[in-house]
C-alpha cells in the first residue's frame, strides 16, 4: 500500500472557516500509511475506574466534602456497587483479565486490586459489563495494527463505591488513570464535565436518539429549552471527541468510530482531518425516512456521519433507511453502494457483528458452570423449560412475550404445568419505574390465573445475573424465547446457540431483531401477534429430533461463521479497500485569488463566460425562483462595461426568462439554448428515490433503443435526463467563441453541473490544439461515416426520441405533466440557438467579434494557430466539492464565493 499525499484546498479568499453542521466538510485525497495504526472509537472506554482516596473520608467527619461529593447516601452509588449481589464488575478472573494470546503484555493479570493495598491517588481498572462482541472483534485486530482506544471515562467511584464527579478528581488522579489505562490497552480517556455529560448521555442520546432509532416517537410537548441544551451538549461532547482523536492521530491512521452516540464526530474530525480514513459503524438500528425525518437536527446528524468514508449498518434494511434519509432528507444522490455527499462518495455496507465464539464456548465450560446446571436441572426437574434474557426497556418486547405465554397457556392447557418461562430482565442503565410496574403485574396475574400451589409457569428474575448462571441457563433450557420489538443485533440469540450444542434446543426469534435475516434456522415470529407467537411455541416444542438438529447445526454454522473477529476484520479490510480505490483521487484545486487577479490584471482582452443557474444564483425547487441577485448583477455589469472584456451568460434557459433578468446588464452576450430538438425529462418536484429510479429505467432503455441508431447523446443532469443531438451543447459555444477571439489572453468558463462539463472539456480541448480533430471530423461527415445534421434528420430524431419516451411511460405507468407536481418533459419539433451580441460589437466587421456559426467564424478555424501558451490563462471553474468529477482547472463551494470573485476582479468588492 503506497503512502497517498493530502492536497486538502484551502480557501484564499478568506481565512478557513468552520463548516457548519448543515454543510458537509471537504474531503481531501485519503492518506494510507504502509503500517497503519487503529483508533478505535467508543463512547465509554472498556474499563471503568475506581479511585483510591482516603484523605477525603478521614476529613469528613469535620464537615468537609468526601471525594465523592455525598455524604453517604445510597443513590450517590455507583449502581453495580448499590446492590453487591449483583455486581457490575465481573468477579470471576477469566472475564477480568484478556487472554495474553490476544494482549500480550496488555493483560492486567499481575496488577492489584485490592484497595487496602493501594496509595492514595491511585486507581483500580475493571472490563465494563457488556458490549463484549465489540471490544472482542476489535482486539483480534492489535495482531495487524497497532490499536490506541479512545472513550469517556464514566462513572468513577471512589474505594467505598460513591461516585465521584469530575470535577473532585485530581490531577493525580487523571494523570494515574492515563497512565494505567495506556499501560494496560493504550486506552486514552476523556474526562468530561458532569452536567455536558449528563446532557450528551441521559439528554440527547436516550432520550432522542434511542427512542426514535427504535421507532419511539416522543409523546411530551416542551418549550424546546431543555432539547436546545441537550443538543448543545451533544455537539460539545462530540467536539471533545473529535479533539481527542485528532491529538492522537498520526498520517496515515485508521479511525474507527462506534455508534450513535457520537454521530457528529466524523464531520468534525474531517475538518481537522480531510485526509483521514474514517469508518463508522451504528450497531442500533436505523429508521426509515419517514420516521427519521422527525427529528429537529435531521439535516446535521446525517451530514455528521457523512464526513465518515464508510458507514456500517448491522443489517441490509439498516442500510437501504440510511441512504434514502440522505436523498429524501438532506437531497443527496445516491446508489446502492453509497452516497454522494458532494462529490465524494461515502460507502455504506452491512457488516452483522457476531461473538466472540471460541470465548463463548471456553466460558460456558468453566468449572463454575457445570455446578449450576447440575442445580437447574434438579429445580425444574420434569418441567420442559423457556429461557428469556433481556434487558428491561420498551423496545425489547418482555410484555409482549408475557402476553405471548400467556395465549399459549390459555389455548394449550395441557401445557399448563409442564412448561415453565424463566425471563431475566437486566436493569437499564437509566430505570423505568412504569415498564417495571407492568411487568411486575403481568407476572403477577399470569402466575395467579395458571400457576398453583405447586407449580408457578413465570419465575421473573429483574437482577443482573453473573456469567456463570447465565451460560448454565442458556445451557439447560429447551427453548429460547426473543421477542424484540426493535432491536440492532440481540447477541443473546448467538449465545443460546452456542450453548445449545448439546441439547440443540430450537430458537424463537422476532422478527424485528437484526439477527432475524441471518438465522435462517430460527423460527421468526411478529411479536404483535400474541396467538401467532404461542402457536409458534406450541409447534416448537413439539418438533422432531431430527429437524432440531438440521436446524440447530444450521444456526451454529452461522454462529462460528460470522464472529465478531471477522465483523471487525471484514469492516476495516472493506474501509481500507474503498479508500483505496478511490474515484475521486486528485481534488480540484481551491480557486486562488491572487492569482486569478494578476493574470486578470495583465491581461488586454479577456472572455468570460458564466452558466447561470447554481452559478450566477443558487439552484432554486422552482425554475421561476431562479431570480438574479443584486450583488450579482452589480458585479457583472461592470464586468461587461469593462471594454477588456467579452463577457457570456450560457444558459439553457429560455430568451424571456434571461431578457426580463439579464436585459439591463449592457454589452453582455448570451447564448439561450432552446432545446427544440431535445427532450428533457424534470423529476425536481417528484419523490426523490422514485424519480431517480424512473430516471435510470428510462436511460437504459434510450441506451438501448436509440442511442445506437441515432447521433444523440442522453445526459443526466441534476433532477433532469436530457436527450440532445450530439453537435448542441454549450462545449460547440465554448469551441466558437474561442475561435472567434484567438487573441483573449485570459479566460473564465464557469458552471456548476454535467452539462456544464461541455464547456470545461471544449476548453481542455483548445489548450491542448483541436486543429487536428476538426479535420478529421469533416472528412468524417464528408465521408458519410457521420451523417449531416439537417432540418429532415433534427425532425425525424426529435419523433424517434418521443416515441421511444412515450414507449418508457406507457411501460413504467410514468405521467409526464408540466404542473410541477410531477416530472416534466419538453419536446420540440427543430432546433433554435438565439444569440445576443453585444451592442458594442459589430459582426459585419470583418475584425470584430462574430457570432457562431457566421463565415467569420468557419474561417477563423484554420488562422487560430497554437493555443498552448494560454493554458495558464484560462480559468475553467466549477461550483461544488473539491472532489466532485470535473474537467475544471478550479473550484469554488457555491454561487456566493464566484459571485465575491466576480465583485473582485471588477472592483466592486474589496479583496
Not at 424546546?224 to 481527542?244: H, L, P, S, T
Request: proline content about 5%; charged content about 20%; some cysteine.
Amino acid at each position: 500500500m503506497t503512502t497517498l499525499h493530502s492536497t486538502s484546498s484551502t480557501t484564499s479568499l478568506s481565512v478557513p472557516r468552520v463548516v457548519p453542521l448543515t454543510e458537509l466538510p471537504e474531503t481531501a485525497q485519503i492518506l494510507l500509511s504502509e503500517n497503519p495504526r487503529l483508533i478505535n472509537v467508543t463512547h465509554q472506554m472498556p474499563y471503568s475506574c475506581t479511585v483510591i482516596d482516603r484523605s477525603y473520608h478521614s476529613s469528613s467527619a469535620n464537615g468537609a466534602p468526601t471525594l465523592g461529593g455525598s455524604t453517604g447516601l445510597p443513590n450517590n452509588r455507583r449502581a453495580s456497587l448499590a446492590v453487591p449481589r449483583h455486581p457490575a464488575q465481573p468477579t470471576s478472573p477469566t472475564e477480568a483479565e484478556t487472554p495474553t494470546s490476544i494482549m500480550g503484555t496488555l493483560s492486567g493479570a499481575n496488577e492489584i486490586t485490592d484497595p487496602a493495598l493501594l496509595e492514595d491517588g491511585d486507581c483500580i481498572l475493571n472490563l465494563r459489563r457488556g458490549h463484549s462482541a465489540l471490544y472482542s472483534g476489535v482486539r483480534t485486530l492489535v495482531k495487524e495494527y497497532e490499536t490506541i482506544q479512545i472513550g469517556w471515562v464514566g462513572e468513577v467511584a471512589d474505594q467505598d463505591g460513591y461516585i465521584v464527579p469530575c470535577k473532585n478528581l485530581t490531577e493525580k488522579h487523571k494523570q494515574n488513570m492515563k497512565e494505567k489505562l495506556w499501560q494496560r490497552e493504550k486506552v486514552v480517556p476523556i474526562f468530561l464535565d458532569d452536567d455536558k455529560a449528563a446532557g450528551h448521555y441521559e439528554g440527547y442520546c436516550k432520550s432522542v436518539l434511542w427512542p426514535l432509532f427504535h421507532y419511539i416517537l416522543w409523546d411530551e410537548a416542551t418549550d424546546g429549552r431543555i432539547e436546545k441544551k441537550n443538543w448543545e451538549d451533544y455537539v460539545f461532547v462530540n467536539q471533545q471527541f473529535a479533539d481527542a482523536i485528532a491529538e492522537q492521530y498520526r498520517a496515515g491512521d485508521i479511525v474507527w468510530i462506534h455508534d450513535y452516540h457520537l454521530l457528529l464526530v466524523p464531520h468534525l474530525l474531517r475538518q481537522k482531518l480531510p485526509g483521514a480514513a474514517i469508518g463508522v459503524f451504528i450497531h442500533t438500528p436505523f429508521p426509515s425516512s419517514e420516521i427519521f425525518r422527525c427529528l429537529p437536527m435531521r439535516v446535521e446528524v446525517l451530514n455528521g456521519l457523512l464526513g465518515a468514508n464508510q458507514i456500517g449498518f448491522q443489517t441490509y434494511s439498516y442500510a437501504r433507511h440510511f441512504i434514502s434519509c440522505c436523498t429524501r432528507v438532506n437531497g443527496y444522490e445516491s446508489t446502492p453502494r453509497g452516497v454522494d455527499a458532494k462529490g465524494s462518495t461515502v460507502w455504506v455496507g452491512t457488516f452483522p457483528i457476531g461473538i466472540d465464539a471460541a470465548r463463548v464456548e471456553a466460558q460456558r465450560k468453566a468449572p463454575g458452570v457445570l455446578p449450576k446446571i447440575e442445580a437447574l436441572r434438579k429445580t425444574y426437574k420434569g418441567k420442559r423449560i423457556i429461557v428469556g434474557r433481556d434487558k428491561l426497556d420498551q423496545v425489547k418486547g418482555v410484555q409482549q412475550k408475557l402476553h405471548a405465554f400467556e395465549k399459549f397457556l390459555n389455548d394449550y392447557p395441557e401445557m399448563q404445568g409442564e412448561v415453565v418461562l424463566i425471563q431475566v430482565t437486566s436493569p437499564p442503565l437509566v430505570e423505568n419505574l412504569k415498564l417495571e410496574t407492568k411487568i411486575a403485574e403481568l407476572v403477577a396475574h399470569i402466575n395467579g390465573t395458571y400457576g398453583s400451589l405447586n407449580f408457578t409457569p413465570i419465575h421473573h428474575y429483574h437482577q443482573h445475573i453473573d456469567r456463570d448462571e447465565y451460560y448454565a441457563l442458556l445451557t439447560v433450557a429447551d427453548m429460547g424465547l426473543i421477542t424484540s420489538v426493535r432491536d440492532g443485533m440481540n447477541t443473546t440469540s448467538l449465545e443460546y446457540i452456542m450453548c445449545q450444542s448439546e441439547n440443540q434446543g430450537p430458537l424463537i426469534l422476532s422478527e424485528f431483531t437484526g439477527t432475524a435475516g441471518s438465522l435462517g434456522g430460527a423460527f421468526l415470529v411478529n411479536p404483535w401477534d400474541y396467538q401467532g407467537v404461542a402457536r409458534v411455541i406450541y409447534d416448537a416444542l413439539n418438533i422432531s429430533d431430527e429437524d432440531k438438529r438440521v436446524r440447530h447445526g444450521q444456526l451454529l454454522n452461522h454462529v462460528l461463521k460470522y464472529t465478531a473477529q471477522s465483523w471487525a476484520q471484514n469492516f476495516i479490510t472493506e474501509l481500507l479497500r474503498n479508500v483505496s480505490t478511490w474515484e475521486q483521487s486528485t481534488p480540484t484545486p481551491y480557486l486562488d485569488l491572487n492569482v486569478i487577479v494578476n493574470k486578470y490584471n495583465s491581461a488586454q482582452k479577456r472572455l468570460l463566460m458564466f452558466d447561470y443557474d447554481g452559478t450566477l444564483t443558487p439552484i432554486r425547487k422552482t425554475p421561476g425562483a431562479a431570480i438574479p441577485q443584486e450583488h450579482m448583477l452589480k458585479a457583472l455589469t461592470a464586468l461587461s462595461n469593462d471594454p477588456k472584456n467579452i463577457v457570456w451568460v450560457i444558459s439553457g434557459r429560455d430568451q424571456q426568462a434571461l431578457d426580463e433578468w439579464l436585459g439591463d446588464v449592457e454589452n453582455l452576450g448570451s447564448f439561450i439554448e432552446h432545446k427544440r430538438s431535445s427532450l428533457t425529462w424534470h423529476y425536481r418536484m417528484a419523490d426523490p428515490e422514485f424519480g431517480a429510479f424512473q430516471a435510470k429505467e428510462c436511460q437504459n432503455h434510450l441506451e438501448n433503443a436509440v442511442l445506437s441508431k441515432l447521433p444523440v447523446e442522453i445526459l443526466v443532469g441534476k433532477k433532469n435526463l436530457e436527450v440532445r443531438p450530439t453537435t448542441v451543447n454549450k462545449g460547440e459555444i465554448v469551441k466558437k467563441l474561442m475561435l472567434q477571439h484567438p487573441d483573449v489572453e485570459f479566460v473564465i468558463c464557469a458552471g456548476d453541473d454535467k452539462t456544464d462539463e461541455d464547456m470545461f472539456r471544449a476548453l481542455a480541448g483548445v489548450n491542448n490544439g483541436n486543429g487536428s480533430r476538426r479535420s478529421s471530423l469533416k472528412n468524417r461527415i464528408s465521408n458519410g461515416i457521420i451523417e449531416s445534421y439537417n432540418n429532415d434528420l433534427i425532425a425525424e430524431t426529435a419523433a424517434k426520441i418521443a416515441e421511444a419516451a412515450f414507449k418508457h411511460s406507457r411501460e413504467h405507468g410514468t405521467h409526464h405533466r408540466q404542473d410541477g407536481a410531477g416530472p416534466n418533459v419538453i419536446v420540440s419539433a427543430e432546433i433554435e440557438a438565439h444569440l445576443k451580441v453585444p451592442a458594442s460589437f459589430s459582426t459585419s466587421s470583418p475584425n470584430g467579434p462574430t457570432t457562431p456559426g457566421s463565415a467569420a467564424s468557419q474561417t477563423s478555424s484554420t488562422s487560430q494557430g497554437s493555443t498552448e501558451y494560454l493554458v495558464d490563462e484560462h480559468f475553467s471553474i466549477t461550483i461544488g466539492h473539491a472532489l466532485k468529477k470535473t474537467l475544471a482547472n478550479w473550484h469554488v463551494t457555491s454561487p456566493e464565493e464566484l459571485i465575491r470573485v466576480m465583485g473582485v476582479l471588477s472592483g466592486v468588492v474589496d479583496p
